[in-house]
């Protein structure tokens, strides 16, 4: 009885040290998904910005290329 429950100890233990490290996996993995996230609404900020400032450039050279022209 003694030898069973040390071995049942034993394999109890092993199934928490796993559990535990499949926790940490797992809050390791939720903050890399908030970090990824962060990132993509931040490239999403700077692409609107881009794409304005592109639009801008364009119009200003439209009006650049056709002094005196009235835009379309």
Known sequence: ISAASSE??????QINQAIVQMDQSTQQNAALV???AASAEE???QAQTLYEAVGS???RDRFACSPGAVPA
């Open 8 to 13: 049942q100890y034993s394999g109890i233990e």
């Open 34 to 36: 908030e970090q990824a």
């Open 43 to 45: 490239l999403s900020t």
């Open 57 to 59: 450039i364009r119009v």
